[in-house]
Structure formats: C-alpha cells, structure tokens
C-alpha cells in the first residue's frame, strides 16, 4: 500500500472499566465519520489463555497491564501510521481465549485507541496526539459494569462481583487513577455534558488541522 502523505492524528480514550468512554468515543466516531476515523480497542489484545483450563482463566487479573499485548497495539499503530494494513485480533470474553480469525483495518485519517490501561503504558502513550480521561464516580462504574458483563460477556452477577472485589478496584487505584495525570483532557460524568463534548470536537478539530499542516 502507497504511503499516506498524512500521518494520522492518534486520539487515546481512558478512564475507569464502566466510566462511559464509549459515550465519548462515539461522539469522536459519529463527528468525523467512519470513513474517516479507525478504533482500535485495547482489549482486543487480551493474551490468549488457551493454554489454561477454563477454571483457571477466571483466575487471572484482567485488570493489570501485563494482561494485554500492548507491544502488539503499538507494532499496529506503527504500521499504521506508516499506511500499512493490520490484522487486530478478535477476543472472545466468555472463555478468555483469542478468537482464530482476525480483523484487517487500513489507516484512516483519524485513529482512536480506547482502554482503562492505555495511559499507563509510557510507549503507548508517547504515540497519541490528544490523550483524553473519562471520570466517573465509583458507584456509577461499577453498575454499568455489572450490566455490561452480564449482557454483553455473558458472565454471572457473582463473577462480575468477585472480579471487580478481587481485581478491577485495586488495579484501577493502582494504575487507571493515577493514569489521569497524563490526559490532555478530563471529562466528568461519561462525558454527557454538552458543553464538554462542543469543547472536544473543537479541541480535536484544532488538532487535525495543526497535525495536517506540520505534515
């Protein structure tokens, strides 16, 4: 594939498992089109646990950052960025195990990498142009994570309570919080407050432009 003339303008969506970053990254995707504009979710690079008998994959701590590729993330946007394709994994969060087949994407003008863990990791981060942190309160998280589990991952009320006692809640005071020191912006309440989202959209757009213009 030809080289873009562009790089890309690389957009970091973080914040706590439930703080409603899909809201923003769908008010990101909705604005620039998808034609335009590629997601890249960071759990879509959960190590495969196939090597484990399923008891045992519940046992893990999916929450730390050693849980996921990142050097792969970062191999992909790289490629990426260099206007090469990439095959992104596909996950299957019911037994914990990578999916066989995968997901071809091409660059696009705009690409946006969404995780709890993404501002944690210095080379990760050291790629996005505009860093941006969901915050949401604790008890508001934990629901929406409890719906989000039990609909869409197909796990017990119990196991997503054992996961978050045991994991989700440290490895959030641990990593995720302090991780907010390196966002560029700080949206409160999943990010439904209209003038935060105006103030982004233009943000981005100052963004894009500068970044096309130093190009």
Do not use: W
């Amino acid at each position: 594939m030809k080289k873009r003339s562009n790089p890309p303008l690389i957009i970091g969506v973080a914040g706590g498992s439930g703080s409603g970053k899909t809201t923003v990254v769908n008010l990101i995707c909705n604005h620039f089109g998808n034609e335009n504009i590629l997601r890249l979710e960071h759990d879509s690079y959960y190590r495969d646990l196939k090597h484990l008998v399923f008891e045992d994959r519940l046992k893990q701590n999916f929450d730390h950052p050693s849980s996921l590729e990142t050097d792969l993330l970062i191999r992909h946007l790289e490629a990426l960025v260099k206007g090469y394709p990439v095959q992104v994994p596909q996950y299957d969060f019911a037994h914990h195990i990578r999916k066989e087949e995968h997901t071809t994407v091409e660059p696009t003008p705009v690409i946006l990498i969404d995780g709890i863990l993404i501002f944690s990791e210095p080379e990760l981060r050291a790629l996005m142009d505009v860093k941006i942190f969901v915050d949401t309160d604790d008890d508001v998280r934990l629901l929406r994570r409890i719906q989000r589990d039990i609909s869409e991952r197909d796990r017990s009320l119990d196991s997503v309570l054992f996961q978050y006692e045991t994991f989700v809640r440290p490895m959030h005071l641990k990593f995720v919080e302090p991780s907010k020191r390196y966002a560029d912006v700080i949206i409160p309440h999943g990010g439904k407050n209209a003038v935060a989202q105006e103030m982004l959209i233009s943000l981005i757009d100052k963004e894009l432009r500068a970044h096309q213009l130093d190009d």
